[in-house]
């Protein structure tokens, strides 16, 4: 009977073991999305500006 049990726990610290494992690996691929996110965030936001430079440009040649 203890021999079940013995196993029973080792297989409860691996499976422990194997959701940490998990853990982390997801937490490390949200960390890079969430970087990938902010870069094409950026990258919006610049075009945004470039959008308004451009639509304010037409509208300065078109007073002329």
Known sequence: MNHIVAQGR??????AAE?????QVEK????????KLAEKMEEVDQLSKEMD????????????
């Open 10 to 15: 080792f297989g409860e610290r691996e499976k």
């Open 19 to 23: 959701d940490m494992y998990i853990h």
């Open 28 to 35: 490390e691929k949200l960390a890079a999305l969430r970087k």
């Open 53 to 64: 430079n451009f639509k304010e440009g037409i509208k300065n040649h078109i007073k002329k």
